[in-house]
């Protein structure tokens, strides 16, 4: 079984900056893709950003292109998210998640397998 733990959420101003990170564990933990997505009350679940575990590569929503980086360490097992230039619509609660053999960076979230619980993220001033 795979366990996947947030950190970091918070209040931030806007235009601030916040870092997330997702700590995976488990005696069979294994992941092809990790993403992080975001969701606010009454809505779906919105893709923000995945990366290729092996590859590194990324891929990000274009609402938070240029502004949020997708990174993964793993020797420790762990992703982050940096938050840059945050905007109030940016608050909402923080998903990491872990695709077990997929190789679509932008895939949805009923293809990833794994969630952490979340993370409250809240921009305001």
């Known amino acids: 079984q795979v366990q996947l733990v947030e950190s970091g959420g918070g209040l931030v101003q806007p235009g601030g900056s916040l870092g997330l990170s997702c700590a995976g564990s488990?005696?069979?933990?294994?992941?092809?893709?990790m993403g992080w997505f975001r969701q606010t009350p009454g809505k779906e679940r919105e893709f923000v950003a995945a990366?290729?575990?092996?590859?590194?590569?990324?891929y990000y929503a274009d609402s938070v292109k240029a502004r949020f980086t997708i990174s993964r360490d793993r020797v420790k097992n762990t992703v982050a998210l940096q938050m840059n230039s945050l905007k109030p619509e940016d608050t909402a609660v923080y998903y990491c998640?872990?695709?077990?053999?997929?190789?679509?960076?932008?895939?949805?979230?009923?293809?990833?397998?794994?969630w952490g619980q979340g993370t409250q993220v809240t921009v305001s001033s």
């Open positions: 990366i290729g575990w092996n590859s590194g590569r990324t």
């Open positions: 998640a872990a695709q077990r053999y997929g190789t679509n960076l932008a895939a949805p979230s009923r293809e990833y397998n794994y």
């Open positions: 488990g005696r069979t933990f294994s992941t092809s893709i």
